[in-house]
T-cell receptor, first 115, second 112 residues
């Protein structure tokens, strides 16, 4: 149980393109989902906390206008990287938990490459 | 600033040996502690979690927590080449359900 599905797994696109990444909880409802970014040989850095039905909470230094988060239902959160540039190339991973304070379950990640 | 510290390694052990991975955290109010394994290019996979002081064993893995010393460790017995990966220590800071704070990870290499 507690499966988190993330799509797409790989995106390659031109600079200036907007890219949407979906994160779905398949067998549980997730009022809270988290979006992380991981650069090569670095650890996961929290970008934002996505709350169902309300605005996301962004970490310091993360541009909310560039990384749009929508958590429209209890099973789906989306991250849109607007006008992506090469420096946005990274591994984006979402996570969710079935119950608060229980271990988080991670999606398989999305590798974004901006040319 | 809440921090989680890990030795980046690499930690090299021969097959069959015990691998010991260590982690310290700065927030004394931290409640829950997790170890994730991450293979190159993949997302993290939960290995163990521990909430109470002492040891918690699951198969070849043992997590150890000492809240007084703000220290959590992961022991891997009978290490296998397939255990070669980066191990991430993560801390949940409080009961409010905030996100995990990750250490930078320790790279483990098990040689056959």
């Amino acid at each position: 149980g507690a499966v988190v599905s993330q799509h797409p797994s790989r995106v390659i696109c031109k600079s200036g393109t907007s890219v949407k990444i979906e994160c779905r909880s398949l067998d549980f409802q997730a009022t809270t989902m988290f979006w992380y970014r991981q650069f090569p040989k670095q650890s996961l850095m929290l970008m934002a906390t996505s709350n169902e039905g309300s605005k996301a909470t962004y970490e310091q230094g993360v541009e909310k206008d560039k990384f749009l988060i929508n958590h429209a239902s209890l099973t789906l959160s989306t991250l849109t990287v607007t006008s992506a540039h090469p420096e946005d190339s990274s591994f984006y991973i979402c996570s969710a938990w079935a119950e608060p304070n229980q271990p988080q379950h991670f999606g398989d990640g999305t590798r974004l490459s901006i040319l | 600033q809440k921090e989680v510290e890990q030795n980046s390694g690499p930690l090299s052990v021969p097959e069959g040996a015990i691998a010991s991975l260590n982690c310290t955290y700065s927030d004394r109010g931290s409640q829950s502690f997790f170890w994730y394994r991450q293979y190159s290019g993949k997302s993290p996979e939960l290995i163990m979690f521990i909430y109470s002081n002492g040891d918690k064993e699951d198969g070849r893995f043992t997590a150890q927590l000492n809240k007084a010393s703000q220290y959590v460790s992961l022991l891997i017995r009978d290490s296998q080449p397939s255990d070669s990966a980066t191990y991430l220590c993560a801390v949940l800071a409080n009961q409010a359900g905030t996100a995990l704070i990750f250490g930078k990870g320790t790279t483990l290499s098990v040689s056959s």
